[in-house]
């Protein structure tokens, strides 16, 4: 199971306490929920979610009419698979035809950058053509940053100078891509939040730019989140999400946070969907989100 070693510290935050829970208490009443609880909103799982998620456990404890803690264990893994929605639309949305164009959002610091370069080497090992974009022109060094990345996975990168209308530099990144017949074009956008109303009419302009040129663009926009900010992600989501037609979420940095419950509540408060989630710093390491597997991970 791919996610288990990254999840190594939410899982002792969550399920290891949990079972510790419920070799101590033995038995299910009130004071054990009231730990379950504490212990659900300490994991960033949110305070929403964990009400929600215990009035449910309460329920199928009297319909199965279950007194033994140890018997709670499956009943919640399978409430968890549950929040996180089974069935849900992980995989990308690619052109039927032509260039598929993904555009990231996300502040600044939260794995953009890195992300870009995670899939860009994911669809260069599947064999297809990829470019990227630097569209981050306001960050001092972002477009450094995304070459290093280029050079590292092997894709060109199109830039301009530091500074310039980001929009003109996806008009260039189009026009690349369709000349050169890529199949995948990559596009960095800035994600500094000082000036909300100002980044949100740039993400636009990028947008219509992308929209004119390849009917059907952006096939995916995917906003990217650091689990680590646990329940400010989940604003960020929230503001992004409502704004800028985001189509799905890339949580990050889960290996080195305890707030992987985060993803649970993204699951259960917004209608987007996680397709991936980061798992380190290196190329390797962005798995495709698969809650099953992610719950697995967790209690197995
Ligand atoms: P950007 O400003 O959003 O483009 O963020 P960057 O891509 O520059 O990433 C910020 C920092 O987070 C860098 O040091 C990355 O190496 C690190 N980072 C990104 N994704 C992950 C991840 O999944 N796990 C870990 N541990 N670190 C990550």
């Known amino acids: 199971n791919v996610f288990k070693e990254g999840l190594a510290k939410t899982r002792t935050a969550l399920v290891e306490r949990v079972e510790e829970l419920i070799t101590r208490r033995k038995k ?8 379950l609880e504490e212990i659900l909103i300490g994991a960033d799982v949110g305070v929403n979610t964990v009400m929600d998620l215990i009035d449910d456990l309460r329920a199928e404890v009297k319909k199965r009419r279950i007194e033994d803690a140890a018997q709670l264990q499956p009943v919640l893994s399978e409430k968890l698979v549950g929040l996180l929605g089974g069935d849900q639309d992980n995989g990308l949305r690619m052109a039927e035809e032509g260039i598929t164009v993904i555009l990231f959002v996300g502040v600044n610091g939260v794995g953009k950058t890195t992300t870009i370069g995670k899939l860009a080497h994911r669809f260069k090992s599947e064999g297809k053509s990829v470019l990227l974009a630097a569209g981050d022109t306001f960050r001092a060094g972002a477009i450094e940053q995304l070459e290093v990345w280029g050079q590292r996975v092997g894709v060109d990168v ?6 310039s209308d980001p929009a003109a530099v996806m008009f260039d990144a189009v026009q690349a891509a369709k000349q050169r017949k890529v199949d995948v074009l990559l596009c960095d956008t800035a994600g500094r939040l000082q000036n909300k109303n100002n980044l949100m009419e740039e993400l636009n302009k990028i947008f219509r730019v992308i929209q004119r ?12 989140l650091d689990a680590n900010t ?4 989940l604003s960020q989501a929230k503001l992004f999400g409502e704004k800028s037609g985001v189509t799905g979420l890339v949580l990050t940095k889960l290996d080195s ?3 992987g419950g985060i993803v649970i509540a993204i699951r259960h408060e917004l209608s987007l969907p996680v397709k991936f989630v980061g798992l380190g710093e290196k190329m390797e390491d962005l798995q495709q989100f698969d809650s099953e597997q992610f719950v697995h991970a967790l209690f197995a």
């Open 28 to 35: 299910i009443d009130e004071e054990f929920y009231e730990e």
């Open 158 to 163: 199109i830039r301009q100078q530091s500074g």
């Open 213 to 224: 040129e390849i009917p059907g663009a952006p096939h995916e926009v995917l906003l990217v």
């Open 230 to 233: 646990g329940q400010n992600a």
């Open 257 to 259: 946070t305890a707030k």
